[in-house]
């Protein structure tokens, strides 16, 4: 079991940085493959970026070049770094930690991208 506790969420204005950073607790990270996953009202959760447990990352399309996605197993935290912000980003972040047969997510933590 392992629980994921989501921070680094807020407003802030297009064109703008935000850092979301994941921590997990209860069991062990690094065998984990790590995820960020996105969701607005009344649309299907997307991924966003994925890292695995070798650290090979992976990008929707919409954010490539725009958000960084890195792990710190010394500190059980995956990062989402997402800069030049833009409004259609605006959504509710989850963290993800997915093995085979094995999908936990956190709380989620709100972005919101607005002038």
């Known amino acids: 079991q392992v629980q994921l506790v989501e921070s680094g969420g807020g407003l802030v204005q297009p064109g703008g940085s935000l850092r979301l950073s994941c921590t997990a607790s209860g069991s062990i990270f690094r065998i984990y493959n790590m995820g960020w996953y996105r969701q607005v009202p009344g649309k299907q959760r997307e991924l966003v970026a994925s890292i695995t447990t070798s650290g090979s990352t992976n990008y929707a399309d919409s954010v490539k070049g725009r958000f960084t996605i890195s792990r710190d197993n010394a500190k059980n935290t995956v990062y989402l770094q997402m800069s030049s912000l833009k409004p259609e980003d605006t959504a509710v972040y989850y963290c993800?930690?997915?093995?085979?047969?094995?999908?936990?997510w956190g709380q989620g933590t709100q972005v919101t991208v607005s002038s």
């Open positions: 993800n930690a997915k093995l085979p047969l094995i999908n936990h």
